[in-house]
């Protein structure tokens, strides 16, 4: 993601596939600069899917952006115990 893109355009860049209940921008903790990157919450699985198609590997802002599924860092698998 372009660096000046904010949460809102964020959360309308991915609103025509649907309910956005969550769009964040990740920031570095320490000088609150934009990472580049983000996540975004549909209300269905469907939704997410389709905004997935859609999306990755489009340019946005002169940027080629990935869209996939986040990792569920609460969830642990043995390989993790």
Do not use: W
Not at 5 to 21: I, M, W
């Amino acid at each position: 993601m372009s660096f000046f893109t904010n949460h809102q355009e964020l959360k309308t860049l991915f609103a025509p596939f649907g309910v956005v209940k969550e769009a964040r921008l990740i920031r570095d903790p320490k000088t609150q600069r934009p990472k580049g990157f983000g996540f975004v919450t549909f209300e269905t699985e469907a939704e997410a899917q389709k905004a997935l198609k859609a999306m990755n590997g489009r340019i946005v802002c002169g940027r080629l952006i990935f869209v996939e599924y986040a990792n569920d860092k609460s969830q642990k698998t043995d390989a993790d115990s």
